[in-house]
């Protein structure tokens, strides 16, 4: 299909997708896959858009309660964005987790959608703890980029730029991308689609920002860890997710434009 002639678009995720550190959940979560919903409307005001995404849910989950909601929505343009929450998990196996991704690019692109996905950051830049992940993170894009080029998948490479590390490219939480990191992942996924108008401005690093004194810094990762870290490692020792007893924001094609959108970054 020609760039810009998408009319049912839809996206299946966890937090990312749904939004979150873009909004919240009193004025509403906007994220990157609504935002990229905004530049395909701008090409094509018909475009109809649904989010499928529910944050907490691991690549399996994603495959076994959003696959066919989405193919029963007759798509012509899917995103598939997952594996994060799988990365920091104890246990890890980097081939089921790319087998499922790649299961759904399959019959995504079976069904005649065109799919689009991501690849993840160095975590280990953003957040310093995370570091022992850090292999994952490239063992899985790797496997992402694959799937993808046997699927012909197109794939928004946001991981290898140094701008998809600054600290202000994500919320306090350093999990979640904040409104300025949602609205990047989405240009660049507009790019990578070739949408008209779109350009390369995503890829292009902020202004150079003073570096936190040593002792300043490592004040700012121990609170990080008492406020995010041991709060999520809390609910993994419980067996809860943040995503318990949610659903889908946007279960159905709804117009782009019902979009409920924060103020802009």
Do not use: C
């Not at 989010?51 to 193919?71: D, I, K, T, Y």
């Not at 104890?90 to 081939?95: G, H, L, N, V």
């Not at 399959?106 to 799919?115: F, I, M, N, S």
């Amino acid at each position: 299909m020609p760039s810009g002639e998408y009319l049912r678009y839809v996206a299946l995720g966890d937090s990312q997708t749904e939004g979150v550190g873009d909004g919240d959940d009193t004025v509403g979560l906007r994220g990157w896959a609504d935002r990229f919903a905004e530049h395909l409307g701008a090409v094509n005001p018909g475009l109809r858009y649904a989010n499928l995404a529910v944050r907490g849910r691991v690549a399996a989950q994603v495959h076994a309660e959003q696959l066919a909601p989405a193919l029963a929505l007759r798509p012509d343009l899917a995103s598939v964005v997952a594996g994060v929450n799988d990365l920091l998990r104890p246990k890890f196996d980097a081939e089921e987790v790319a087998g499922h991704l790649e299961e759904m690019f399959a019959a995504l692109t079976a069904a005649g959608a065109h799919v689009v996905t991501l690849t993840f950051p160095d975590v280990g830049k953003i957040a310093p703890i995370a570091r022992p992940v850090r292999s994952r993170v490239f063992d899985i894009n790797a496997r992402i980029r694959a799937a993808a080029a046997r699927h012909g998948v197109t794939v928004a490479d946001f991981a290898p730029l140094a701008v998809a590390t600054d600290p202000r490219l994500w919320s306090e939480d350093r999990l979640h991308a904040s409104p300025l990191g949602h609205a990047r992942i989405a240009a660049a996924a507009a790019y990578a689609l070739h949408l008209p108008g779109s350009d390369q401005a995503w890829s292009l690093p902020l202004e150079t920002q003073a570096r936190p004194a040593a002792l300043r810094a490592a004040g700012a990762e121990v609170r990080w860890a008492a406020g995010f870290l041991g709060p999520w490692i809390g609910r993994r020792l419980r067996g809860r997710s943040s995503g318990d007893g949610r659903t889908a924001k946007r279960p159905e094609l709804l117009p782009w434009g019902a979009v409920a959108a924060p103020p802009a970054p």
